[in-house]
């Protein structure tokens, strides 16, 4: 079965030093998500992508974030300057269709650890 | 002191007996639901869905029930394996937002062999 991938499983990172994360969505998938996942806390939404330019973000998602589709099969999330509190777990998912219709289907995430 | 984490709801069954979660949404316009999955180390795994404009829907093994009047989600696992163990979550897309997923806290689900 058509899975999402993230790499890597376990970055860590300096405070202040920029991280990009690294997403294969299912091939045949048109929208993106990246969420987040504080430990031991709920899964939070930080933006949607679709037709290359975001269709919608959180407050989470500040001016430190961004994300990219550089190519026809990553997408990347990328924070310039870490701060300590970016410490999480972080989702890509992907949706054949718009999510409040279609179901997203998620990555196993990448941990980021802020030193 | 504050806490700084979920306290999450826990079940523990019987293997074999059939499961019960419980979810309470937030927003009256949410039109879209989701049960995921999620085993320690894993993301998210999705397991139904349901639309607002029905109030039941049944998958392998797996039954979401909708009562909108209360704002009211569950599923309902039957014959629960020692596999199903996991910390489910519940999902809501609020009509007019672009995917945005809400989710629940999460209870945590043990199955006893």
């Known amino acids: 079965e058509p899975e999402v991938t993230q790499t890597p499983s376990h970055q860590v990172t300096q405070m202040g030093q920029e991280v990009i994360l690294r997403c294969v969505p299912i091939s045949n998938h048109l929208y993106f998500y990246w969420y987040r996942q504080i430990l031991g806390q709920k899964v939070e939404f930080l933006v949607s992508?679709?037709?290359?330019?975001?269709?919608?973000k959180s407050e989470i998602f500040d001016d430190q974030f961004s994300v990219e589709r550089p190519d026809g099969s990553n997408f990347t999330l990328k924070i310039r300057s870490t701060k300590l509190e970016d410490s999480a777990m972080y989702f890509c998912?992907?949706?054949?269709?718009?999510?409040?219709?279609?179901?997203?289907?998620f990555g196993d995430g990448t941990r980021l650890s802020i030193l | 002191g504050e806490s700084v984490g979920l306290h999450l709801p826990t079940l523990s069954v019987q293997e074999g007996d059939n499961s019960i979660i419980n979810c309470a949404y937030s927003?009256?316009?949410?039109?879209?639901f989701i049960w995921y999955k999620q085993e320690s180390g894993k993301g998210p795994q999705f397991i139904i869905d349901?639309?607002?404009?029905?109030d039941k829907r049944q998958g392998q093994r797996v039954t979401v029930l909708l009562n909108k009047t209360v704002k009211h989600l569950s599923l309902q696992i039957a014959a629960t394996q020692p596999g199903d163990s996991a910390v489910y979550f519940c999902a809501e897309n609020v009509g007019g937002s672009q995917g945005n997923l809400i989710f629940g806290k999460g209870t945590k689900l043990s199955v006893k062999p």
């Open positions: 927003n009256s316009a949410s039109d879209y």
């Open positions: 992508f679709y037709n290359n330019e975001i269709s919608e």
């Open positions: 349901i639309r607002s404009n029905m």
């Open positions: 998912a992907s949706s054949v269709g718009l999510g409040r219709n279609q179901p997203q289907h």
